[in-house]
């Protein structure tokens, strides 16, 4: 029989997947795909479940349901002062995975060059190459991921399309500083290159630091596709509810892409997603604060267990170095050897670089219970006490 795709048919099962089939298996608390473990709001909930008993079940609009277009366009104005026109400047996609793929579709053509920060999103170079696109990889080391902007702007030349920006970022947690997005700004605008902005963690950075879309910068207003996502700001991973803002030129050949891949997104969720982001700002700030939280609850477990952890400013998410504990072997070794022998299952961090990467750092999710933190911190403690001892 004749070959299939060759890019697909050589990726691998996501590592997501991979550990938490994993953690099911041996009965181990999941820190390692990131997802909550509680509900989203209430109220949310509820928004979607009535939606589906009056009779709007049938195809929604292409490019969104209008009242979701509005509160994406009225949340861009309230955080961030961005003018974003509802009707044309607006597209609602089935999760942020979608919104990627779709930015992605609209841009490129066989032969482009986008850049890309390492350690990153697994979806992001797969799709690239499926679009007979160039990935220019340039990489962020532990333990700062200092952006090395000698590299980076080598990285742009004549055949650079866009770059891929995730800003709060998956999974080092680094929130891109004003002054690192001026130097990006700087070299879009003079390889007269577009920036895909991957801002799903958008709601949830701490300790002060404020996310700044590139968007927002001078003259990236008509450059960027900024791409949000109701999964993680309303902790509702599985509804796949994605937004992306840009100017009207641009989001018109993005419409296209999502036609031609889902076409719309499910309208009962659309709605609760539109009632969610015109929650009041105690809402945004509430979810930020609770996940600080969990984190200092995280970090200061792992410290004590052994770990050094590495300071992490957003997302979900926290790297943490466990040569200190004295293990033999890799960070795929380490992840596999935590999820079944402690049963607290983490990722890789090598998962998140193409090729040669660091080995010696494991990615932890701290978007769970603090009680379910806190067992994870005891099975990981007493596990290497004990192996300590032998
Ligand atoms: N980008 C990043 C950086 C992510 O961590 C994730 C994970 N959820 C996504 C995109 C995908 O988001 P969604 O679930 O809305 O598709
Ligand atoms: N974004 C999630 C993470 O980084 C995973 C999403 C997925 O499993 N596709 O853990």
């Known amino acids: ?3 299939l795709n060759s890019i697909l048919s050589t990726t691998a099962v996501t590592i997501f997947t991979v550990m938490s089939a994993l953690a099911v298996q041996h009965d181990a608390i999941n820190l390692g795909q990131g997802f909550p473990d509680t509900e989203g709001p209430a109220d949310l909930v509820r928004a979607a479940a009535d939606a589906l008993f009056d009779g709007r079940n049938q195809y929604p609009p292409l490019v969104g349901l209008p009242e979701l277009r509005q509160a994406v366009s009225a949340a861009n104005k ?7 026109d509802p009707a044309s400047e607006v597209v609602v996609t089935s999760g942020a995975t979608e919104a990627l793929a779709s930015c992605l579709a609209a841009l490129l053509n066989p032969g482009d060059e986008v850049v890309l920060i390492e350690p990153l999103y697994d979806t992001y170079v797969p799709v690239i190459r499926l679009l007979g696109a160039i990935p220019r ?3 962020t080391m532990p333990p700062n991921w200092d952006l090395p902007r000698t590299e980076l702007a080598a990285a742009f030349g ?3 399309k866009a770059i891929l920006l995730n800003s709060p970022m998956n999974p ?6 004003a002054d690192d997005l001026a130097f990006i700004a700087g070299l879009l605008a003079q390889h007269d290159a577009y920036a895909i902005c991957d801002e799903v963690y958008e709601h949830l950075t701490f300790d002060g630091h404020a996310h700044i879309p590139l968007m927002t910068l001078p003259g990236m207003r008509e450059r960027c596709l900024r791409i949000g996502s109701a999964g993680k700001t309303f902790s509702f991973t599985g509804w796949k509810v994605g937004y992306i803002s840009g100017p009207a030129s641009l989001i018109s050949v993005v419409a296209k892409a999502h036609q031609n891949l889902t076409f719309t997104t499910a309208p009962n969720l659309q709605r609760a997603v ?4 015109a929650k009041d ?3 945004f700030t509430g979810l930020a604060m609770g996940m600080q939280e969990r984190r200092d609850r995280l970090g200061a477990g792992l410290e004590a267990a052994g770990f050094a952890v590495l300071p992490t400013h957003g997302s979900y998410f926290i790297t943490a170095d466990f040569s200190p ?3 033999e072997g890799d960070d795929i070794a380490f992840c596999r050897h935590i999820t079944e022998h402690a049963r607290v299952a983490a990722i890789p961090v090598s998962a998140f670089y193409e090729g040669d990467a660091p080995r010696h750092f494991a990615r932890f999710a701290f978007c769970k219970r603090p009680e379910v933190l806190d067992e994870a911190v005891a099975r990981l403690t007493a596990h290497f006490r004990r192996n300590a001892r032998l």
């Not at 080092?172 to 500083?177: D, H």
């Not at 539109?274 to 982001?277: E, I, N, P, T």
Request: proline share 6%; charged share 20%.
């Open 172 to 177: 080092t947690g680094k929130v891109f500083s």
């Open 281 to 283: 700002d105690a809402y």
């Open 158 to 160: 004549p055949k650079t």
């Open 1 to 3: 029989m004749k070959p």
């Open 78 to 84: 309230r955080f961030y002062g961005l003018e974003i």
């Open 325 to 327: 504990l004295g293990f």
């Open 137 to 139: 990889l340039v990489r």
């Open 274 to 277: 539109a009632q969610g982001l």
